[in-house]
């Protein structure tokens, strides 16, 4: 399916809500649960392959770029796949996004279409059809409705709750960019980005958020302060939505050239879109697109190649399916932004952990105010404390020493095999372009 682009209208993302005041620098006395009916096993972090998975003729074929190709990538869900694809998805220990053939009403006009025992019908038959196989995540529903589809959309999600209990029912939202206005009159068929997530998560009662942006590819790897703007605007504003209504959120980002005139993937941009999503608390990845498609430097070209950025993206999956499953277990308790910000109005540090960060990159020995970091603070299962810390360079390679407000040590978890690694104070920590590392923090004064 080729994905929707948008009209962009970039003022609308800056009257959302003042975003200082989505970090809270306190420790929470109650911390928010993810509250879903969706059985999301915890060892495994979904990061998603967002196509649907082409017919493989032969064993070969799907060692090259079929559903063995998306398990060999790092991938962890493969979507979106048929019923008879679900075998092998098994073998390969892959979970999967289930879409019926050849009758999937993708667009929200489809399902505005069908009565209320044809969506009944439409689930049932789509439920029936996977069987019991241990493969199944969840099924797909739709991709970017807009608000007048959301009261069918309700009838859908229910009806997967009804015939497939603790399973997904998948749909992916429009990006803040979308146009705005009035229902069947814009792409949100809402005021705002904001009032088009409530609407959402008030009448459609879904077991997650997903949504897409893919600012960092357009804005010229973040030459365009106004295109970058969106990207962090939109992940501030779905995760304080989703932590609101105690919800898990995934990020759609992109693994292709986007348009002719944009960057095509890198280690870095692709590093930036994996770690800024874990570091905001995100529960899950979807990389658009696997298959080329109608797009340049996919992972699989149109050929069926695998291509560089295959390898790339290979690279970063295996760090996120490392960290990730560990990551599911915590609690996010805020995300901050060094001084000066990549944008305007992020939430600055200090936060509860970390007071500030000094930074120096690799052609300067000084501090230096540039380029910027991300801080996602998090609370574990045990009441541990972490921080992931993000280079929002895609250019430089940085050197961070973290300072915690109340004293205390940090340990770096390794982010290939979670090994502890001693941090050492005295020359830091290096990140290259778009890199994450994660911290423990143990405090003075808890002790």
Not at 225 to 242: H, N, T
């Amino acid at each position: 399916m080729q994905k929707q682009f948008y009209v962009i209208v970039l003022f609308t993302v800056f009257a959302v809500l003042p975003l200082c005041a989505l970090a809270d620098t306190s420790q929470p006395t109650t911390l928010p649960v993810i509250q879903t009916d969706a059985d999301f096993d915890p060892d495994t972090f979904p990061i998603l392959a967002w196509n649907r998975i082409p017919a493989q003729d032969t064993e070969a074929a799907s060692r090259v770029n079929g559903i063995e190709s998306i398990a060999d990538c790092g991938f962890t869900v493969a979507g979106f796949v048929q019923a008879e694809d679900l075998p092998i998805c098994e073998k390969l220990g892959l979970k999967a996004i289930v879409a019926p053939k050849g009758k999937s009403p993708w667009s929200g006009d489809g399902w505005r279409k069908l009565s209320d025992a044809d969506i009944d019908t439409y689930v049932r038959e789509m439920v029936a059809d996977a069987g019991d196989s241990p493969a199944v995540l969840g099924y797909y529903i739709i991709d970017e409705p807009g608000t007048p589809a959301f009261p069918t959309l309700a009838k859908a999600v229910a009806a997967v709750r009804r015939h497939a209990p603790g399973k997904l029912a998948y749909i992916n939202l429009f990006p803040g960019y979308a146009t705005i206005g009035a229902p069947d009159r814009s792409q949100l068929g809402a005021a705002s980005f904001t009032d088009y997530l409530e609407q959402y998560v008030r009448e459609v009662k879904p077991q997650f958020l997903s949504y897409d942006n893919y600012m960092v590819l357009y804005s010229d790897d973040f030459q365009d302060q106004q295109r970058a703007a969106s990207y962090f605007k939109d992940l501030i504003e779905v995760r304080r939505v989703a932590t609101e209504h105690q919800l898990p959120f995934w990020n759609i980002v992109s693994s292709n050239q986007i348009r002719k005139y944009t960057p095509p993937p890198s280690p870095a941009n692709l590093l930036f879109q994996a770690y800024t999503t874990l570091a905001a608390g995100g529960r899950g990845l979807s990389w658009y697109t696997y298959y080329g498609g109608g797009y340049g430097y996919a992972p699989i070209d149109k050929q069926g190649r695998r291509t560089e950025t295959w390898g790339y993206l290979r690279m970063v999956n295996d760090q996120i399916k490392s960290i990730g499953p560990y990551m599911n277990r915590w609690h996010s308790t805020g995300v901050f932004f060094t001084s000066p910000p990549p944008v305007a109005d992020l939430p600055l540090l200090p936060g509860r952990l970390i007071e500030t960060v000094k930074i120096r990159t690799s052609l300067q020995r000084e501090t230096s105010p540039d380029p910027s970091l991300m801080v996602g603070e998090f609370v574990d299962e045990n009441g541990v404390d972490h921080a992931m810390c993000v280079n929002l360079s895609l250019a430089h390679s940085i050197n961070i020493k973290p300072e915690l407000g109340g004293g205390g040590t940090l340990t770096i978890i390794s982010v290939v095999d979670r090994r502890r690694i001693p941090y050492d104070s005295e020359n830091g920590h290096w990140l290259v372009p778009g890199q994450g590392v994660l911290f423990q923090i143990t405090l003075q004064d808890l002790q």
